[in-house]
């Protein structure tokens, strides 16, 4: 086999990690993942840490290796500046082929983290013709009641795997007919709010509540159109509609779980002389109420940074995926980052990583995981309760380090130390060397790698990447 490997990676939009069979929930969401990790040479990490909070600032780190306040992206600008190289460019450079399929807006041209990719597409209502094109068009139409939620004019009620599986394996199989080595980046929106299922898998969880299917899909619908307001009024949601919109989410993680298994089959199958690394993860998670907040906003909770992290690498022998799998042998208490994997996928590859922020995973694990949250903009809340309290949140830019104990969030606002899992107490005066050890080792990060690497950037999406926006909650 050839060295280098390909490299598949899947990025899903929303989903924490506790709500995963490999985070030990007691509904069996992600049984693809669970196999593809325990097959030989996979991994499934329990302490994987999202750097941002919500998709720009989150995918702005995975595809440039580097973290929120340095390449500034989703903290006070939303495009990359241009003197910072994406992962693409790097493994371009290093004679990759690359190619990234992308169903958010904010991994589109307007943001530049479109930088670097031979072959890109933004997929959408408005593009859906041009990139699926007529026959995997025809193929999601037919499907539209197995694999979406029927013949509804809401757009954002609809589902996109399928048709996301149906152009990458077109693409994938494009890539595997070259020579040179590929990397072929996927972000799917799945299970990102609205949590509505596909028909067939709407009352998958159901049964356990006290809420129909049709009722819950409802609920979800409203809890996503009256987020803002809900949170607003302190107390978001009650028990059943809690039940209820967490049926919904599990429901679309179930979903996407089995469209991600059979994309991995699919590489499987592919005729190349190429080892594969192939990895599924989260841009982020989401919260339904803690601390009184809704959706991915104001918290560095780990219901929000802490996602799922599978990696799969068939190498055997002495090749290079094969040193890659001996290199995520890691304890399981192990923080590991997305830039941490893409470090080290981008020096397995041969590529250039000067000025990248993760560790590379042959070298050991790291101290202490980072993650990072804009300026609050409390705007949404107060126009529905002038009166909301927004003392319980820090205002400036936030940043945590996150170690499988701990958790110290600093802001000018001041701090917390929590002893997880547990995220609502001051710990700081139960473990003060813990505190002085954070403190001191994330003001030493702030002042270096937290550094901003050029001028913020403001992105200028056009009508179409508005309504995609607006139907996942992120604009009016």
């Not at 780190?61 to 006070?76: E, K, Q």
Request: proline fraction near 6%; glycine fraction near 8%.
């Amino acid at each position: 086999m050839s060295e280098r490997p390909n490299v598949v990676w899947v990025t899903l939009d929303s989903v924490r990690q506790d709500r995963t069979t490999m985070g030990g929930h007691d509904r069996d969401t992600t049984p693809r993942l669970q196999a593809l990790a325990d097959r030989p040479g996979g991994r499934a990490f329990s302490d994987g840490i999202a750097a941002g909070i919500w998709t720009l600032s989150s995918s702005a780190s995975i595809l440039t290796g580097t973290y929120p306040t340095h390449n500034t992206v989703g903290i006070d600008g939303s495009t990359l500046p241009p003197e910072l190289p994406t992962v693409a460019e790097r493994l371009r450079d290093a004679g990759y082929r690359t190619a990234c399929l992308s169903r958010n807006s904010h991994v589109s041209e307007a943001t530049d983290l479109f930088r670097g990719f031979d072959r890109f597409a933004w997929l959408a209502a408005a593009t859906l013709f041009d990139v699926a094109g007529p026959a995997t068009l025809a193929k999601y139409l037919l499907n539209l009641r197995r694999h979406s939620a029927g013949f509804t004019p809401d757009t954002a009620k609809h589902a996109t795997p399928f048709l996301m599986n149906d152009i990458a394996k077109r693409w994938l199989s494009d890539l595997a007919g070259g020579d040179a080595p590929f990397f072929h980046y996927l972000h799917y929106n799945e299970p990102h709010r609205p949590y509505v299922p596909p028909l067939p898998w709407q009352d998958r969880y159901t049964d356990e509540i006290d809420a129909g299917p049709a009722e819950a899909v409802d609920i979800a619908m409203d809890v996503h159109r009256t987020m803002y307001e809900r949170v607003a009024s302190g107390d978001p949601l009650t028990d059943w509609e809690r039940d209820a919109l967490l049926a919904t989410y599990d429901a679309e993680v179930a979903y996407t779980d089995e469209c991600i298994g059979r994309l991995f089959e699919y590489v499987q199958s592919l005729d190349t002389d190429r080892e594969t690394v192939f990895v599924v993860t989260a841009d982020h998670g989401d919260l339904f109420g803690e601390q009184g907040v809704l959706a991915h906003k104001l918290l560095l909770h780990d219901g929000l940074i802490n996602v799922p992290f599978v990696v799969h690498s068939d190498g055997e022998g002495d090749g290079a995926s094969q040193r890659l799998t001996d290199a995520l042998a890691l304890a399981d208490d192990d923080p590991v980052q997305h830039t941490d994997l893409m470090t080290t996928l981008v020096a397995v590859a041969g590529g250039d990583t000067d000025g990248m922020q993760g560790v590379d995973l042959r070298d050991g694990p790291r101290e202490f995981a980072v993650a990072q949250r804009a300026p609050a903009d409390f705007g949404d809340f107060t126009e529905h309760d002038p009166s909301f309290d927004t003392s319980r949140y820090h205002a400036p830019t936030m940043t945590c380090a996150r170690t499988h104990e701990f958790k110290f969030q600093t802001s000018e606002d001041g701090e917390e130390l929590f002893a997880l899992p547990d995220e609502s107490r001051d710990a700081s005066a139960d473990h003060p060397e813990v505190a002085d050890e954070l403190r001191e080792a994330l003001a030493e990060w702030l002042a270096t790698d937290g550094q901003p690497v050029g001028e913020a950037r403001d992105a200028a999406f056009d009508d179409a990447m508005r309504k995609q926006l607006s139907d996942l909650g992120y604009v009016e």
